[in-house]
Each structure stands twice: as structure tokens, then as C-alpha cells.
């Protein structure tokens, strides 16, 4: 058995600010608020999936999406699901795997105070810089808050990003995080996250697969692409265009 874990945005699909202009082939792959198509996979990213229906690979999203979200993906996904950053898995049926529920609220309590704290600390200078800050909940608890740019500002957001990084350190907040993209930066909770959810999976449920493939483009998640024997990234996302940047000795 194969089993890949993969992450959905920018991974498999992508809006169509990221792609060539007038590229053919695309098939929408998400739908917007609006109900209107929002994301599309190119004919590439089509292709692998299909593959892997055809060869029986057992594809798994591990995503940032929400619940909501993830109902607006369009792909048919049978498997396990793995939402919220990994605090949110659900089971092939769609219900809610409880025992991971139970252990992430059980982490995810002793660090309320700290992510109440950093998001006080950020709410002045987030909001004369224009940015929307927004508190995301999984099994209704507050796990990470979002400040997000309308324009995505990119001096906008590192000024948030290096304020939050410094508030961070200096109160030693070591079990936070903060993951940055193109149009928002977070912080959250280090563990447990998208790694701990498919160690998780791959103990519980897919002990016997001999081969386990991971799908990213960000740095946040590389923890998860780690946990698997092989890892996939598509080119000009931010894990190649971080090591392509590195000027690392080659040993
Ligand atoms: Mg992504």
C-alpha cells in the first residue's frame, strides 16, 4: 500500500493570480465564498492525481483549512482528512476522530494565556498597518490568530512578522509559532501540528503501507514531509525557493 500525505493549497491547486496568464487545461478545483470556481489544478497537477486513483495510491489532505473550507474543495477525497494544521483529523466517514481531538485540547490548553498575550501584543500595530487579525478555533478553542493584509502588503506584513517573532522571544513563548505566506502571517501553537497528525495516522492506521509519499510547498510543511520516506514540492514554492536562496556548502 501507498499512502500520500498531501497538502492542498499551492500543492495541488493554486488561485489564478499564481499561474500564467490564459494557461490552458485548468479544472477548477475549489470554490470561493461565492460559490464561484476560486482555485484550479493545471493539467500537471491533474495528471498526478489521477495517477494516483488509477494506481490505488491512498491520497490524504493535510491542510490548514478549516472544516468550511475544506468543504469547498472540490476534489473527491475518500481517505482520512487531516484539517486545521493538523488539529483537526477526520475519518473516512467524515466524523471527527475524537481520541486526537481529546489529546490536541489537552495541548492546546496550558498555551491559551500565551496565544491570548501575543495576540493582544500584535491587535495595535496589526491594525495601523492595515491588517485584519482574526481568531481561528478548532473544536472550539482558540488555536491560532491570523493578521491578514487586504493587498498583501509584503513591508506590511514582515513589520507584523518581525514584531511577533521579537514578542515572541522575548517572553519565551517556545511552544509558539509563526508561519508566514504570501498574504498573511500566524501564530500557533509548534506541536501539535501537521506532523504529529500524520505520525498520528501512519502509527494508527497505515503501519503497513510500504511507501509513504509527502506533498508540500511551504516551510510549514516540511515537519510532515519529514515524517514520510519521500517528499514531493512543486517548483516556486517557498520550500524550493528557500533552498534554491541557500548558499550552503555541499558536503
Ligand atoms: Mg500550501
Same mark, same amino acid.
Given at each position: 500500500?501507498?499512502?500520500?500525505?498531501?497538502?492542498?493549497?499551492?500543492?495541488?491547486?493554486?488561485?489564478?493570480?499564481?499561474?500564467?496568464?490564459?494557461?490552458?487545461? %485548468?479544472?477548477?478545483?475549489?470554490?470561493?465564498?461565492?460559490?464561484?470556481?476560486?482555485?484550479?489544478? +493545471?493539467?500537471?497537477?491533474?495528471?498526478?492525481?489521477?495517477?494516483?486513483?488509477?494506481?490505488?495510491?491512498?491520497?490524504?489532505?493535510? +491542510?490548514?483549512?478549516?472544516?468550511?473550507?475544506?468543504?469547498?474543495?472540490?476534489?473527491?477525497?475518500?481517505?482520512?482528512?487531516? %484539517?486545521?494544521? =493538523?488539529?483537526?483529523?477526520?475519518?473516512?466517514?467524515?466524523?471527527?476522530?475524537?481520541?486526537?481531538?481529546?489529546?490536541?485540547?489537552?495541548?492546546?490548553?496550558?498555551? /491559551?494565556?500565551? %496565544?491570548?498575550?501575543?495576540?493582544?501584543?500584535?491587535?495595535?500595530?496589526?491594525?495601523?498597518?492595515?491588517?485584519?487579525?482574526? $481568531?481561528?478555533?478548532?473544536?472550539?478553542?482558540?488555536?491560532?490568530?491570523?493578521?491578514?493584509?487586504?493587498?498583501?502588503?509584503?513591508?506590511?506584513?514582515?513589520?507584523?512578522?518581525?514584531?511577533?517573532?521579537?514578542? @515572541?522571544?522575548?517572553?519565551?513563548?517556545?511552544?509558539?509559532?509563526?508561519?508566514?505566506?504570501?498574504?498573511?502571517?500566524?501564530?500557533?501553537?509548534?506541536?501539535?501540528?501537521?506532523?504529529?497528525?500524520?505520525? $498520528?495516522?501512519? /502509527?494508527? $492506521?497505515?503501519?503497513?503501507?510500504? @511507501?509513504?509519499?509527502?506533498? =508540500?510547498?511551504? %516551510?510549514?510543511?516540511?515537519?510532515?514531509?519529514?515524517?514520510?520516506? @519521500?517528499?514531493?514540492?512543486?517548483?516556486?514554492?517557498?520550500?524550493?525557493?528557500?533552498?534554491?536562496?541557500?548558499? @550552503?556548502?555541499?558536503?
Amino acid at each position: 500500500m501507498i499512502v500520500a500525505f498531501t497538502d492542498l493549497d499551492d500543492t495541488l491547486f493554486q488561485t489564478l493570480r499564481k499561474l500564467p496568464p490564459g494557461m490552458p487545461g %485548468l479544472i477548477p478545483a475549489t470554490l470561493g465564498r461565492d460559490g464561484q470556481p476560486h482555485s484550479f489544478c +493545471t493539467p500537471a497537477q491533474s495528471a498526478l492525481l489521477a495517477h494516483f486513483a488509477d494506481s490505488g495510491v491512498t491520497v490524504i489532505p493535510v +491542510t490548514g483549512r478549516d472544516p468550511a473550507a475544506m468543504a469547498r474543495v472540490a476534489l473527491p477525497f475518500t481517505s482520512w482528512r487531516v %484539517l486545521d494544521h =493538523g488539529l483537526t483529523i477526520l475519518r473516512p466517514d467524515g466524523q471527527m476522530d475524537t481520541d486526537w481531538r481529546g489529546q490536541v485540547l489537552t495541548q492546546l490548553e496550558p498555551l /491559551q494565556g500565551a %496565544l491570548r498575550d501575543c495576540t493582544q501584543a500584535i491587535a495595535g500595530l496589526a491594525e495601523a498597518l492595515g491588517c485584519r487579525l482574526s $481568531h481561528h478555533t478548532a473544536h472550539e478553542t482558540h488555536f491560532m490568530t491570523v493578521l491578514k493584509h487586504p493587498d498583501a502588503d509584503a513591508g506590511s506584513l514582515e513589520r507584523v512578522q518581525l514584531a511577533l517573532e521579537h514578542h @515572541l522571544d522575548s517572553r519565551g513563548y517556545a511552544d509558539l509559532q509563526i508561519i508566514a505566506n504570501a498574504n498573511n502571517v500566524s501564530v500557533l501553537p509548534r506541536y501539535p501540528g501537521k506532523a504529529e497528525a500524520v505520525r $498520528h495516522l501512519r /502509527q494508527q $492506521h497505515f503501519s503497513h503501507a510500504t @511507501l509513504t509519499l509527502a506533498l =508540500g510547498d511551504s %516551510l510549514s510543511d516540511l515537519a510532515f514531509m519529514n515524517a514520510c520516506d @519521500l517528499a514531493v514540492t512543486p517548483p516556486g514554492g517557498q520550500v524550493l525557493r528557500t533552498v534554491t536562496a541557500a548558499k @550552503l556548502p555541499q558536503r
